[in-house]
């Protein structure tokens, strides 16, 4: 199987360097293939240039924001992928820029080039390997199982539903006790002291463990990953002395230990988030300064009355009046 794998990578990186011969232009043929659908959709952007590179697009009823210089879209479609999405390259229309340009450089048939130049040597035949006088490895042998086949996986204890409802938890794994004898193993059915007709032994009578009270010093003092590794190990394996255990590396956080996840330093993406610039700092808008004309004609501005009432409101008080003048 291995061979096999060899063998398709092998032809895999051939056929990749004899396309890049017929590749033309800037940009790989489904990159290029992409961008052209990007532009197609553009025609339904509809921008505001608001200065510094930065506008403002507007498509199918959708608000976005698109920074040139930054290479950045509120969308987040051409930080992802690195070709400019559709509401970029209707700003570039605007500044007229060829979007194929703005393309990043992973794309470029330089770089594709580049990832396939390396070819994978054949191997000898089996026949003309070094003999190194080990051992025969064999795949261990085949033991046919009585029944059938299981066709359904094996399903958690918490997985598996009882009759009446609820979740069904067994008891694999606990040790059971005996009633009749309190000795661990057996129930009652199987007690051989049941069976044989003896009286049955004192039941038991469950100690509560007491913890001992901690210090105020022991408290504030909390245990390293290393001495919970040293107490756990001592527990499981009593035969060591204590010499021979401390003398055993111990892993802990302070080893300079890469985190999971982390990208080879060479990677495409590793390369593209480092080249990736900095967003743009958001300057706070402030207050407007107030006008010189309104500050020095506000001190002739004539005052306003306590009053509020309006034409209507007096009409309607007067009308009201007079009502009440009828009634008595």
């Not at 190194?132 to 490895?137: H, K, L, N, Q, R």
């Not at 309006?310 to 007067?318: E, H, P, S």
Request: glycine residues 6%; aromatic residues 6%; proline residues 8%.
């Amino acid at each position: 199987m291995i061979d096999r794998i060899k063998s398709q990578l092998s032809s895999r990186h051939y056929n990749k360097q004899q396309e890049a011969k017929k590749f033309n232009g800037r940009i790989c043929p489904k990159i290029k293939k992409r961008l052209l659908k990007h532009i197609e959709w553009s025609n339904s952007c509809y921008r505001t240039n608001a200065g510094e590179g930065i506008f403002q697009v507007s498509s199918h009823g959708r608000e976005y924001i698109v920074e040139l210089q930054f290479k950045a879209c509120t969308c987040r479609r051409w930080q992802l992928i690195g070709i400019p999405c559709p509401h970029s390259i209707a700003c570039y229309r605007d500044e007229l820029i060829d979007p194929e340009e703005m393309v990043h450089k992973c794309y470029d048939l330089c770089n594709f080039s580049k990832a396939y130049a390396y070819i994978i040597m054949p191997c000898k035949d089996r026949r003309g390997w070094q003999k190194m006088g080990g051992c025969v490895i064999k795949p261990p042998l085949y033991e046919k199982k009585l029944g059938r086949k299981a066709k359904n996986r094996r399903m958690q204890p918490e997985e598996v539903i009882a009759k009446k409802g609820g979740k069904k938890i067994t008891r694999h794994g606990t040790i059971i006790h005996c009633s009749h004898c309190n000795n661990p193993g057996h129930n009652k059915k199987g007690c051989s002291a049941f069976k044989q007709g003896l009286p049955a032994a004192k039941p038991m009578q469950k100690q509560m463990r007491k913890r001992p009270r901690a210090t105020f010093e022991e408290e504030e003092q909390e245990p390293t990953l290393s001495q919970v590794t040293f107490a756990t190990t001592q527990e499981q394996a009593p035969g060591p002395s204590m010499t021979q255990a401390s003398e055993e590396p111990v892993v802990t956080q302070e080893h300079d230990m890469p985190p999971i996840g982390a990208l080879h330093p060479h990677s495409m993406m590793e390369i593209m988030r480092n080249e990736a610039p900095k967003p743009r700092k958001r300057k706070v808008p402030t207050p407007l300064p107030e006008s010189s004309f309104l500050k020095e004609a506000r001190a002739a501005m004539p005052s306003v009355g306590s009053s509020t009432a309006t034409r209507l409101g007096n009409l309607a008080a007067r009308v009201e009046v007079m009502r009440e003048a009828k009634q008595q």
